[in-house]
């Protein structure tokens, strides 16, 4: 006897062996119960979510002679002759090659006719929305006002395609994806049937890659057979036949990105080419991946939110404390953006290749995610190296060249380090900054803190860059406010002196260095040494 699949060996023959769709299942045995049973009812949702399989036990059950709780009995002889196909009251249409007009007049003309046996003439119409515009016009008047005993059963995954004085006329159902869980536990019960061992890890990640279908996941799982056949299923055996990658290689790979690692991020999906993974199915999983990393990064309860283990739980949130959510969607938004390209791409590898580059250089891109992403990579930078200070002296104007050739100082010696206790403000003067508020605020935002490594002395300048800065240099409310802010953070009083920026060639010198120091992404203090009576 030739193989039968297993979505169709295990095809459900009763209302209760459909799984996930309680609310569809419980309406129509209700309603067969009570003998309040439709004329034309509408099927809609995703694949293999179980449409055409409850068309045909609902048109069984209204046949059935002896029905059990709303269900057929499927013993009875019009149960069996639906189930094996010879019924001639059941009548199955593939609107997707019987589209045109002309299919529709026949049924108009075959509705006349009573069913020679049983209570309904049943047709079901599987993708529905692929007829035609007068295939529709022509069905209206038949759909809305059928003879007693013929039905309609109408099946789309594309409702939005139907015309809504076709809708108006039908009982809709929508047909849920159905979950992780469910699929899981069915699978798990016809492995047993079958007799074949599995992991429970295996089995959950074919009930995973199903995305919703009952019926991908048992190809996916009948194809994981055949491949071991008569060996145990293990998860990296179902990994190597669905061409999947594990999930520890994704942390690996994130790591990587965080850390700016292009060549490591390359050696990582080269070992993933090499050992035969399927491109597209990797764009797909590690966008996944992200997501819920997402998730547990801006979810007060993120148990409820994804469904992985407690092991992969507990190393989402490690890793999700690394990466900030605005760097998160910029990744999710790159790899999207590659799974729409890649799917009709000859290049696959090379656009993989470049939305990795992208992910650890945000330099590449302009957009806003981008930019703050670069933002990030520098405050990391700057807070893994040490702080370093840099002294730019305006030399005296007007001095002969022979003089100060004579006058020259041999090259001058490091100064001693500033003061412990400043480098430490300067260091945290974003926090500090944060706990000021109003005008004030935006003013230091702008503004920069120096302090002097040549004498050591313990004053803090600030440095206003807007002119606007000039109302808060004579204040003493906002030096003390400032000062109190620095001491409930540092536990040290401070002297503060406040001034605008001077010059414009000092400003100028002050930010070429700082612009430098960016570039080279080292955390520089900008001191500049005025000369005598520029600061009090």
């Known amino acids: 006897m030739s193989y039968t699949a297993l979505y169709r060996k295990f095809r459900p023959d009763n209302f209760d062996d459909v799984k996930g769709q309680d609310h569809i299942v419980t309406t129509l045995t209700n309603q067969i119960k009570a003998n309040r049973i439709g004329h034309a009812y509408l099927f809609c949702g995703t694949r293999g979510t179980g449409k055409t399989t409850v068309a045909k036990i609902l048109a069984k059950a209204v046949n059935c002679q002896h029905p059990v709780n709303g269900s057929p009995c499927n013993e009875c002889e019009m149960c069996r002759a639906i189930q094996a196909g010879t019924s001639m009251n059941v009548i199955e249409i593939d609107a997707a090659s019987n589209n045109g007009v002309d299919n529709i007049r026949e049924i108009r003309e075959e509705v006349a006719y009573r069913p020679t046996e049983g209570n309904y003439k049943v047709y079901i119409i599987d ?14 008047k038949t759909l809305e006002e059928p003879p007693s005993y013929v039905m309609f059963i109408l099946a789309t995954t594309e409702a939005h395609k139907i015309p809504i004085t076709i809708l108006s006329r039908c009982q809709r159902y929508d047909f849920h994806r159905i979950s992780i869980e469910t699929i899981a536990d069915r699978l798990a019960e016809l492995l047993r049937i079958e007799g074949v061992e599995a992991e429970e890890k295996a089995v959950r990640y074919v009930a995973k890659a199903g995305d919703g279908s009952m019926r991908d996941a048992l190809s996916l799982l009948d194809q994981c057979i055949a491949f071991y056949l008569g060996q145990t299923l293990t998860y990296d055996k179902v990994l190597e036949v669905l061409g999947a990658v594990d999930t520890e290689v994704f942390s690996q790979l994130l790591r990587k990105v965080l850390k700016g690692d292009v060549t490591g991020a390359i050696r990582t999906l080269e070992a993933l080419i090499i050992g035969g993974r399927e491109l597209g199915q990797f764009v797909g999983d590690f966008t996944w991946y992200m997501r819920n990393l997402l998730l547990v990064k801006t979810s007060e309860n993120p148990e409820e939110a994804i469904d992985v283990s407690s092991e992969n739980l507990k190393l989402l949130k490690e890793e999700s404390e690394m990466v900030d959510a605005e760097t998160l969607m910029r990744y999710i938004r790159i790899f999207s953006d590659l799974s729409n390209q890649i799917r009709f791409s000859t290049q696959k590898r090379v656009l993989v290749e470049i939305a990795l580059i992208k992910l650890c250089r945000p330099a590449m891109e302009t957009n806003l995610d981008s930019v703050l992403d670069r933002i990030r990579v520098l405050e990391q930078q700057m807070e893994e190296r040490p702080v370093q200070q840099v002294i730019v002296q305006q030399g005296a104007v007007g001095v002969d060249s022979a003089e100060s050739g004579q006058n020259a100082a041999p090259i001058a010696e490091p100064k001693k380090a500033a003061p412990e206790d400043l480098q430490r403000i300067v260091g945290s003067w974003r926090t500090i900054v944060g706990q000021t508020t109003g005008v004030f605020k935006q003013m230091l935002q702008k503004a920069i803190p120096k302090y002097n490594g040549e004498t050591g002395e313990p004053v803090l300048y600030i440095e206003f860059q807007d002119f606007l800065g000039r109302a808060y240099v004579d204040n003493p409310e906002a030096k003390q406010e400032l000062a109190d802010i620095i001491a409930a953070q540092t536990g040290k009083a401070v ?35 005025e000369e005598p009576g520029d600061i009090d």
């Open 127 to 140: 993708e529905v929305h692929m007829l035609s515009t007068g295939a529709f016009n022509a069905l209206l």
């Open 495 to 529: 002297e503060i002196q406040m001034l605008v920026a001077a010059e414009h060639h000092h400003t100028n010198l002050a930010q070429v260095t700082v612009d430098q120091a960016i570039r080279d992404n080292i955390h520089m203090d900008v001191v500049i040494e």
